[in-house]
């Protein structure tokens, strides 16, 4: 079975947390970064991968 992890994307811009998602770290070792939509800036930003509790 694969060892996925739960993972938090936060804003880069304000910092709030918009986003929950998955990754398989033995497939993605490297933190994620992606860009998408965030409500509180109202625009596309980076956002990067923190700890999910």
Do not use: F, G, W
Not at 13 to 42: A, E
């Amino acid at each position: 079975m694969a060892d996925k992890k739960n993972v938090r994307l936060e804003c880069t811009v304000c910092k709030s947390i918009n986003y929950l998602t998955r990754r398989n770290p033995k497939t993605v070792p490297d933190k994620l970064s992606l860009n998408k939509y965030c409500k509180k800036c109202q625009k596309i930003t980076l956002h990067r991968e923190t700890k999910a509790k």
